[in-house]
């Protein structure tokens, strides 16, 4: 089992910028892919980005590409999103997942932080 953390998440106005940071603590890391997802209001919970432990396999939601940037540090056990020009509609609770397999990762099947919240003002 894979202990996951989120950090970075705040209040930023349109066209800003946050990093969001997921510290992950258990042995599995080292095979773990690892994504994220978020929850609007109201909204079901969405896939935003996928990542192997390669640092290979990424992949986006089409609303965030070109926008939002995947990443991980293998030494510090992280994984990253960093989002830029952000819109009000990226307003969420977002959440790290960590899975062995790829697809599940994408499904939201795995190991789940505890979210931290970005809100997008005008």
């Known amino acids: 089992q894979l202990g996951l953390v989120e950090s970075g998440g705040g209040l930023v106005q349109t066209g800003g910028s946050l990093r969001l940071s997921c510290a992950a603590s258990g042995r599995t890391f080292s095979s773990s892919v690892m994504g994220w997802f978020r929850q609007a209001p109201g909204k079901e919970r969405e896939f935003v980005a996928i990542?192997?432990?390669?640092?290979?396999?990424?992949y986006y939601a089409d609303s965030v590409k070109g926008r939002l940037t995947i990443s991980r540090d293998r030494v510090k056990n992280a994984v990253y999103l960093q989002m830029n020009s952000l819109k009000l509609e990226d307003t969420a609770v977002y959440y790290c997942?960590?899975?062995?397999?790829?697809?599940?990762?994408?499904?939201?099947?795995?190991?789940w932080g505890q979210g931290t919240q970005v809100t997008v003002s005008s």
């Open positions: 997942i960590a899975s062995p397999r790829y697809n599940d990762v994408l499904r939201g099947l795995g190991s």
């Open positions: 990542i192997q432990y390669s640092g290979g396999g990424i």
